[in-house]
């Protein structure tokens, strides 16, 4: 299959080119550059019709994840910044971990993406290095010994501890637990409702402005943990789609100057302040929640609702003239933040026929 594996080399390729000498200028758009273009073939890879051939799958659910992990890719490149190899080098393990047929593969693209990740981050996130390579453990202990009960449980614990050591692999651990859901859903739900009760009462009681997106999406995610492990179709949907508008929460969260407008948004955004962001997302995963399991609407709401509070001194306006002036600037020159925030808008209330069907399939895929 062509395409997968052209989308899959072209950012290891693009690594290898900005690692040699240039200037940053020329690194910067190479960045850019292979970004658009690898966004451009995961989104024409729906329309692949190639037969599988046992290394790619172009199934909807691993073809989502690789539209997310590569819009996420083009939306830190349009941030600026300084770009370098391995950011390409992370971005192609994720790929390859979204799209790889075989599992011992995945496993082998998430450790490559964790190393990349935690070299890039450099000695302020070494402290994470233990809790890593514990996950990758467990996940290649658990892949090897499936499809036992013990060896799923093991790859539930090895993705849960991945996604807190290392938040870039987030989008591509919650595609691969949805894989397993059929056989670890009550794990599932343990293990995404713990996730968003920790994290709402860790910004609650110790609130750390450099870490609150982090739990903030980090609690996200174990709501879409908490739909994909009750296993129904609505639930399978709902965790789906809160999925895709996470990622485009995040996205708009990396882009927004801090204490502007968008900012602003993008903050009510990811925590699900309605309207905007994962809110839509929230109100189908609590209809689905209170048709197959009522009791955990509180436990659930609760740690919901924490999130939010927790994010409400984040939503606060301005202060200082500055602040205020970056704020209208921000009205005035439309920040790149404001497009996720209106896909986002238009995928949670106004999404097209044809999108919801897709996204349907990609929920069945878990089935």
């Not at 910067?28 to 073939?41: C, D, E, G, Q, T």
């Not at 172009?58 to 073809?63: F, Y």
Request: charged fraction near 10%.
């Amino acid at each position: 299959m062509i395409l997968p594996a052209l989308l899959i080399g072209l950012p290891f390729i693009a690594a290898a080119a900005m690692a040699l000498p240039q200037p940053a200028v020329a690194r910067r758009w190479v960045h850019r550059l292979v970004n658009l273009a690898a966004l451009a073939l995961a989104l024409w890879l729906p329309w692949q019709a190639d037969a599988p051939d046992g290394l790619f799958s172009t199934a909807p659910l691993p073809v989502l994840a690789a539209i997310l992990v590569a819009g996420a890719g083009c939306m830190a490149g349009a941030r600026g910044g300084d770009a370098r190899p391995h950011d390409q080098a992370r971005q192609g393990a994720l790929l390859l971990a979204a799209l790889a047929e075989p599992r011992l593969l995945a496993v082998m693209a998430l450790a490559l993406a964790v190393a990349a990740a935690l070299a890039r981050a450099g000695a302020g996130r070494w402290d994470r290095v233990r809790l890593a390579g514990v996950g990758l453990s467990l996940l290649l202990y658990g892949t090897v010994t499936l499809p036992s009960p013990a060896g799923a449980g093991c790859v539930l614990l090895g993705l849960a501890a991945l996604a807190y050591a290392v938040p870039e692999t987030l989008l591509v651990v919650l595609v691969s637990a949805g894989g397993l859901s059929a056989q670890t859903g009550p794990m599932l739900i343990v293990i995404g409702l713990g996730a968003v009760l920790i994290c709402a009462a860790t910004l609650l009681i110790h609130p750390r402005p450099g870490a609150r997106m982090r739990l903030v999406a980090l609690g996200q995610g174990g709501a879409v943990a908490v739909a994909l492990g009750l296993h129904t179709p609505h639930a399978l949907f709902a965790g789906v789609v809160l999925l895709v508008l996470l990622a485009l929460s995040q996205a708009a969260c990396r882009l927004a100057k801090p204490r502007s407008a968008a900012a602003l948004a993008a903050a009510a955004g990811l925590a699900g302040i309605p309207p905007f962001g994962v809110f839509p997302g929230l109100v189908l995963l609590l209809v689905a929640v209170a048709e197959s399991a009522p009791w955990l609407l509180l436990p659930l709401s609760v740690g919901l609702g924490g999130l939010g509070w927790a994010s409400v001194p984040r939503l606060a306006p301005p202060r200082s003239s500055r602040s205020a002036a970056v704020a209208g600037s921000d009205l005035r020159r439309l920040s790149p933040a404001w497009l996720p925030l209106l896909v986002a808008f238009l995928a949670g209330f106004c999404l097209p026929e044809p999108a919801v069907v897709w996204l349907h399939a990609a929920a069945e895929c878990m089935r």
